[in-house]
């Protein structure tokens, strides 16, 4: 079975520091990772996903993610926070054998302070 | 295009009610998913459909929960009846194989009494 976990409930950081979002998985065959953010009373918005080739992805916003196999990781990164960047954060996996299904992980609270 | 179109954006109904929400998948999208979100269980996949037929419904909680998928253009989530503890915002998403990530609608929050 898939699962994802997200082990901070959230993070706090500076404007203009850099900032981590982590996120772990556990998938049968090669992932399809993918990261998602949601501001208050919306739905989820696609940021960026790794399904093959480089490491490093970078996605919208200026956000990117390393995906790591060896440690089975997908953090979430940017060199320098803005205070909109304040909002949850979701990880989700899904496996390549076979089906669609997409499981997430309970999300982190990122805050960035000005 | 419009995105994933959702109905009604808030529904507060009382116990025992039916209780129906509605979506619109983006157009030539091949994949839809009713997830479930709330405080204390996060985002829940519900069911998805492939070309309108179900795969997946293993996420489903009970009975009282049914989905359906007509046509390529129309879905909906029928509670029936409701609970409280069904309360919770409810989210549809579609999305292609080729293309991967999933495309969410606004939510449909649902508030039993």
């Known amino acids: 079975a898939q699962s994802v976990a997200q082990p901070e409930d959230q993070v706090n950081v500076a404007e203009g520091n850099p900032l981590t979002v982590k996120c772990t998985y556990s998938?049968?065959?090669?992932?399809?990772l993918f990261w998602y953010v949601q501001y208050p009373n919306r739905g989820l918005q696609f940021l960026l996903k790794?399904?093959?080739?480089?490491?490093l992805v970078k996605g919208s916003y200026g956000f990117e993610a390393e995906f790591n196999k060896s440690q089975t990781s997908f953090h979430l990164k940017k060199p320098s926070a803005l205070v909109s960047d304040s909002a949850l954060y979701f990880c989700?996996?899904?496996?390549?054998?076979?089906?669609?299904?997409?499981?997430f992980g309970a999300g982190t609270r990122l805050f960035v302070k000005a | 295009d419009a995105g994933v179109i959702q109905s009604p954006r808030h529904e507060v109904t009382e116990m025992g009610q039916e209780v129906t929400l509605r979506c619109k998948p983006i157009?030539?999208?091949?994949?839809l998913f009713w997830y479930r979100q709330t405080m204390m269980r996060g985002l829940e996949l519900l069911i998805y459909?492939?070309?309108?037929?179900?795969?997946?419904d293993s996420g489903m909680p009970e009975d009282r929960f049914s989905a359906k998928m007509p046509n390529a253009s129309f879905s909906t989530l029928k509670i029936q009846p409701s609970e409280p503890r069904d309360s919770a915002v409810y989210f549809c998403?579609?999305?292609?194989?080729?293309?991967?990530?999933?495309?969410f609608g606004e939510g449909s929050r649902l508030t039993v009494l």
């Open positions: 989700a996996v899904r496996g390549n054998t076979g089906g669609f299904k997409t499981i």
């Open positions: 998403a579609s999305s292609i194989r080729e293309v991967g990530e999933l495309f």
């Open positions: 157009s030539g999208h091949d994949y």
């Open positions: 459909f492939n070309n309108n037929v179900p795969i997946d």
């Open positions: 790794y399904i093959t080739g480089d490491n």
């Open positions: 998938v049968s065959g090669n992932p399809y």
